[in-house]
């Protein structure tokens, strides 16, 4: 039996609905909008559906009360893994509509796509999320490690933290992330400060030194990324002054204007350097030490350039 039904009192169309054992089900046929898809996922402890969303419409969204024991379709009266929740735009009303019904429907017809892509996304995610369930139920020793490496203070770990969500992790791997966690345990431990705030004289080593492009000058050129020990534990990374040629082992005091980062005290930025100078002499080359070294030694062609008249 079908029965049209015009539930909102405004006229004209509406989807024709079957007469479902339980419900009636009614659906009006325009100004329809897909608010979110739902994908429900798992069961929690008490049998609650779990669900995974994806949100294009928030206001609509909250008016939905989400059913805890599963969404049926509002067309078919079908039990939903996948639901569409559709807003009637003119009177706010929600519905629940199954990707197949929505198809069937001019007005969501063109929301097809986003449906569907929304769909692919929640089954990866729910797939992720199962995957990093089950790796910390079977590694409660590495749950520590993994939630430090989820908050990006280490972006090797971090990175660790998403293959394990992708793919899952090998134990030499699970072993690593474990062993770089307790390596930042004890760096900061054993660290005496913190990055400096503001305008500040600080003195360093600088550990790296990396050329980039000069994006904003006309004539090209360079720009030296210069990152620098603090030596209380800190490192603090920035633009080297243009007219001066940093190299790593330098010991500089500079001043800067110094902000941490928001992940991490132990590590910041500096801009506007000024007062740059190098504390250490150039690195002296042991002559004494490369004759040694050349001694048959096939490394000795590494001297030839810092001490040729031994080689000659
Ligand atoms: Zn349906």
């Given at each position: 039996m079908i029965i049209t039904v015009?539930?909102?009192?405004?006229?004209g169309k509406w989807w024709r609905m079957k007469d479902m054992p339980t419900t009636i089900k009614v659906l009006p046929i325009?100004?329809?909008?897909?608010?979110a898809v739902i994908y429900q996922c798992d069961e929690d402890e008490e049998g609650r559906a779990v669900y995974e969303y994806e949100i294009y419409d928030q206001a609509a969204f909250d008016r939905a009360v989400i059913p805890t024991d599963g969404c049926r379709c509002d067309c078919c009266g079908q039990q939903l893994k996948y639901a569409c929740i559709v807003e009637?735009?003119?009177?706010t009303e929600i519905y629940y509509v199954g990707r197949q019904c929505a198809n069937k429907i001019d007005f969501l017809r063109g929301q097809s796509s986003t449906i569907e892509n929304a769909s692919v996304a929640m089954a990866e995610r729910a797939l992720c999320n199962a995957r990093e369930k089950e790796f910390r139920r079977d590694h409660p020793e590495a749950i520590p490690a993994l939630d430090w490496a989820r908050t990006g203070i280490n972006r090797c770990a971090q990175d660790i933290a998403s293959k394990l969500r992708s793919y899952g992790l090998s134990d030499k791997q699970i072993e690593f992330l474990v062993k770089l966690h307790e390596d930042d345990k004890a760096k900061r431990a054993s660290a005496t400060g913190t990055c400096p705030t503001g305008k500040q004289e600080v003195t360093g080593t600088i550990l790296n030194v990396k050329k980039v492009p000069?994006?904003?000058?006309?004539?090209g050129g360079t720009i030296d990324k210069v990152l620098v020990d603090l030596g209380n534990g800190a490192k603090v990374y920035g633009n080297g002054p243009s007219n001066e040629h940093p190299e790593k082992g330098q010991i500089v005091k500079f001043s800067a204007s110094f902000e941490p980062s928001q992940k991490d005290n132990l590590f910041g930025f500096w801009k506007r350097p000024t007062k740059w100078t190098v504390l250490n002499a150039p690195p002296v080359v042991d002559t004494a030490a490369t004759i040694r070294w050349n001694d048959?030694?096939?490394?000795?062609l590494k001297h030839c350039d810092a001490a040729p008249s031994v080689c000659s």
């Amino acid at each position: 039996m079908i029965i049209t039904v015009d539930i909102h009192g405004i006229g004209g169309k509406w989807w024709r609905m079957k007469d479902m054992p339980t419900t009636i089900k009614v659906l009006p046929i325009k100004d329809l909008s897909v608010a979110a898809v739902i994908y429900q996922c798992d069961e929690d402890e008490e049998g609650r559906a779990v669900y995974e969303y994806e949100i294009y419409d928030q206001a609509a969204f909250d008016r939905a009360v989400i059913p805890t024991d599963g969404c049926r379709c509002d067309c078919c009266g079908q039990q939903l893994k996948y639901a569409c929740i559709v807003e009637h735009k003119p009177t706010t009303e929600i519905y629940y509509v199954g990707r197949q019904c929505a198809n069937k429907i001019d007005f969501l017809r063109g929301q097809s796509s986003t449906i569907e892509n929304a769909s692919v996304a929640m089954a990866e995610r729910a797939l992720c999320n199962a995957r990093e369930k089950e790796f910390r139920r079977d590694h409660p020793e590495a749950i520590p490690a993994l939630d430090w490496a989820r908050t990006g203070i280490n972006r090797c770990a971090q990175d660790i933290a998403s293959k394990l969500r992708s793919y899952g992790l090998s134990d030499k791997q699970i072993e690593f992330l474990v062993k770089l966690h307790e390596d930042d345990k004890a760096k900061r431990a054993s660290a005496t400060g913190t990055c400096p705030t503001g305008k500040q004289e600080v003195t360093g080593t600088i550990l790296n030194v990396k050329k980039v492009p000069n994006e904003y000058s006309r004539y090209g050129g360079t720009i030296d990324k210069v990152l620098v020990d603090l030596g209380n534990g800190a490192k603090v990374y920035g633009n080297g002054p243009s007219n001066e040629h940093p190299e790593k082992g330098q010991i500089v005091k500079f001043s800067a204007s110094f902000e941490p980062s928001q992940k991490d005290n132990l590590f910041g930025f500096w801009k506007r350097p000024t007062k740059w100078t190098v504390l250490n002499a150039p690195p002296v080359v042991d002559t004494a030490a490369t004759i040694r070294w050349n001694d048959g030694d096939d490394d000795s062609l590494k001297h030839c350039d810092a001490a040729p008249s031994v080689c000659s």
